[in-house]
């Protein structure tokens, strides 16, 4: 059973020591969350399955491409795990990507300054 939980901390939070350390980190954060998140922290195994992996954010990137290469999906515009989304923006970005590409009568580079421009107005 595999399941990821976020919460918004300082950037130079302390990182507790492992085990009930970090269980009790997790209960203080989700403390009045309802029961079954209660339970769902009471049943980690502190010593066996438990990380705690600091996710920063960062500011969009100007455009998705350099010359020929181009970004997609999560190197383009990474979301957190929580959000559940990376994998679908892949999708909808090859997708336009290949529209573009397929539907160009100007130039690749043209074709690449459509899909920054069209996929930075939907991430």
């Not at 892949?90 to 590409?101: H, N, T, Y």
Request: with cysteine.
């Amino acid at each position: 059973f595999y399941f990821f939980m976020g919460a918004p901390l300082p950037e130079d939070a302390p990182v507790p020591a492992r085990g009930e350390a970090m269980r009790e980190e997790l209960k203080q954060i989700f403390k009045g969350w309802p029961e079954p998140v209660q339970c769902l922290l009471d049943a980690i195994n502190v010593n066996k399955s438990l990380n705690r992996i600091p996710i920063c954010d960062h500011d969009p990137l100007p455009k998705y491409y350099r010359g020929r290469a181009v970004l997609l999906g999560d190197a383009a515009h990474a979301t957190t795990p929580t959000l559940g989304q990376g994998g679908c923006q892949a999708l909808e970005d090859a997708e336009v990507l290949s529209s573009f590409l397929t539907t160009t009568n100007i130039s690749v580079q043209d074709a690449l300054e459509r899909y920054s421009q069209h996929r930075q107005e939907r991430v």
